[in-house]
T-cell receptor, first 113, second 113 residues
Framework: DQQVKQNSPSLSVQEGRISILNCDYT??????FLWYKKYPAEGPTFLIS?????DKNEDGRFTVFLNKSAKHLSLHIVPSQPGDSAVYFC????????????FGPGTSLSVIP | DGGITQSPKYLFRKEGQNVTLSCEQN?????MYWYRQDPGQGLRLIYY???????QKGDIAEGYSVSREKKESFPLTVTSAQKNPTAFYLC????????????FGSGTRLTVV
């Protein structure tokens, strides 16, 4: 049973438009959420995170929104650039096990020039 | 430059053989992790270690073994007991104070022939 779900395996967006990647989770104990970005044949790299005490965190073109009541978070990329084409993993952890992060299956984003 | 080095990048194994994947980090990170990536399943935790000479099983430890004799090194052995070893293996590390933000290696793709 997946505790972190990314229901869209892939997403295509035109360059300059907004990319919205969604993530749902089932474990109400999760209180810290992260997004990682992965290029082919490379390891994932940390992108942005959000604590459950916030509902929004912004870093340049990347913004993560958290809706705790819906157990849903989303990553917005504005404007999207071709270099953003990658697989994006949503991840979550609970206060009791910060050393154990649960990853979603990933969404492959293609930004079309 | 600090980072995590995984070797080899590609590995072919005959059925019934044990193979060891190398992971070395020079980030002075306390915790190290091994993940397995399969299509559509995200990253699944195999083993993790928070300190030298100690390690814990993750969600899919069966058929794998690890050691942590040095802080810098966390090798993973895929034994013949692992029924479906063909996958992309990722090693990661994190600091004790920020244990949810991982630094990943570039991965090893293991293929059983």
């Amino acid at each position: 049973d997946q505790q972190v779900k990314q229901n869209s395996p892939s997403l295509s967006v035109q360059e300059g438009r907004i990319s919205i990647l969604n993530c749902d989770y089932t474990n109400s104990m999760f209180d810290y959420f992260l997004w990682y970005k992965k290029y082919p044949a490379e390891g994932p790299t940390f992108l942005i995170s959000i604590s459950s005490i916030k509902d929004k965190n912004e870093d340049g073109r990347f913004t993560v929104f958290l809706n705790k009541s819906a157990k849903h978070l989303s990553l917005h990329i504005v404007p999207s650039q071709p270099g953003d084409s990658a697989v994006y993993f949503c991840a979550a952890s609970a206060e009791t096990s910060y050393d154990k992060v649960i990853f979603g299956p990933g969404t492959s984003l293609s930004v079309i020039p | 430059d600090g980072g995590i080095t995984q070797s080899p990048k590609y590995l072919f194994r005959k059925e019934g053989q044990n193979v060891t994947l190398s992971c070395e980090q020079n980030l002075n990170h306390d915790a190290m992790y091994w993940y397995r990536q399969d299509p559509g399943q995200g990253l699944r935790l195999i083993y993790y270690s928070q300190i030298v000479n100690d390690f814990q099983k993750g969600d899919i430890a069966e058929g794998y073994s690890v050691s942590r004799e040095k802080k810098e090194s966390f090798p993973l052995t895929v034994t013949s007991a692992q029924k479906n070893p063909t996958a992309f293996y990722l090693c990661a590390s994190s600091t004790w104070g920020d244990s949810t933000i991982y630094t990943f290696g570039s991965g090893t793709r293991l293929t059983v022939v």
